[in-house]
């Protein structure tokens, strides 16, 4: 997994370093924004868990509606207990840490013709997203580190939908929603863990 994304990233740079001589083709772009996520069979309710999703993106387009997406990605995730949660829920907070390769399709609408520049406004995404388990941590309910005592999936995989808004060619503010596909624990006889994330995001395309 660990390769999968190294070479995912050094594409990423290739594509960078040449976009000048690719400018009609393909796009790279930077991300900013935060998760707010929870783990389904955790006892714990709401997407309580705030975190960083930050990272890259190269994109081409091949039509004029439809653009790939691939992004290289820092992703925490997890769950934290909120003030409405029971005291009997064994963990306060899990706090889970991924380097992610998100492989994404869009359709693009709302033709903007009105700038200088033309652009579709809105883009509708949904794709899948591979990720490697860098590190994480777990508190239980009487504040003690028992990140020890855990065995997580070292791999992720999560299903994503998500909508984009493009305030100019280069600005977007995007807003998604993501499944995994795979239990955080990889115990098969341990409680099920999983996770459901929401994300707010800032979008600068160069």
């Not at 690719?22 to 930077?30: N, P, R, S, V, Y």
């Not at 190269?58 to 409405?84: C, H, M, P, Y």
Request: net charge negative; charged share 20%.
């Amino acid at each position: 997994m660990l390769n999968f994304i190294k070479i995912m990233a050094l594409t990423f740079c290739v594509f960078i370093f040449s976009k000048n001589s690719l400018a009609q083709t393909f796009e790279a772009g930077l991300i900013g924004g935060v998760n707010l996520s929870q783990l389904n069979g955790d006892n714990l309710a709401g997407f309580n868990q705030i975190g960083l999703n930050v990272g890259g993106r190269v994109a081409v387009q091949t039509s004029e509606r439809w653009k790939w997406n691939i992004d290289i990605l820092f992703s925490q995730k997890g769950s934290n207990k909120g003030k409405d949660d029971p005291r009997s829920a064994p963990f306060d907070s899990y706090r889970l840490n991924y380097a992610e390769v998100p492989i994404m399709i869009s359709f693009l609408d709302w033709l903007d013709e009105d700038d200088e520049d033309t652009y579709y406004r809105l883009h509708f995404t949904g794709g899948v997203s591979v990720g490697q388990l860098v590190n994480f941590k777990v508190i239980d309910v009487l504040g003690q580190d028992v990140s020890d005592l855990q065995n997580f999936n070292k791999t992720s995989i999560d299903l994503i939908i998500g909508a984009t808004y493009f305030i100019n060619p280069h600005i977007g503010i995007n807003a998604q929603y993501s499944y995994a596909a795979l239990d955080v624990r990889k115990e098969k006889q341990a409680q099920s863990l999983a996770g459901r994330t929401l994300t707010f995001r800032a979008i600068y395309m160069f």
